[in-house]
């Protein structure tokens, strides 16, 4: 198992940019694969963006592709989440959550950050 704690939500204006956090303790963090999720006031969790275990291979949704970038650093145990231009659609609780590398499902959730955009 691995601990996941968010950090660097808050509100920020559209248009601007904000940075999110995940820190991993536990096992070593390249063992896994990391991912960022968001849930929007009345709507499911959707799958924002992943990096896998050897930081190699990215995934983005469509929604937010171009405009944020999802980063590891390894000797940091942190993944990052820069959000760049967001709008208010981009308003809802972001969640890391991590799995071992070449598991299908995502197990280990963090406890979610807000992010409110204005507009």
């Known amino acids: 198992q691995v601990q996941l704690v968010e950090s660097g939500g808050g509100l920020v204006q559209a248009g601007g940019s904000l940075r999110l956090s995940c820190a991993a303790s536990g096992r070593s963090n390249s063992r896994y694969d990391m991912g960022w999720f968001r849930q929007a006031p009345g709507k499911e969790r959707e799958f924002v963006s992943d990096?896998?275990?050897?930081?190699?291979?990215?995934r983005y949704a469509d929604s937010v592709k171009g405009r944020f970038t999802i980063s590891r650093d390894s000797a940091k145990n942190t993944m990052y989440l820069q959000m760049n231009t967001p709008t208010p659609e981009d308003t809802a609780v972001y969640y890391c959550a991590a799995r071992v590398v070449y598991s299908v499902r995502y197990d280990n959730w963090g406890q979610g950050t807000q992010v409110t955009v204005s507009s």
């Open positions: 990096i896998s275990g050897n930081g190699v291979s990215k």
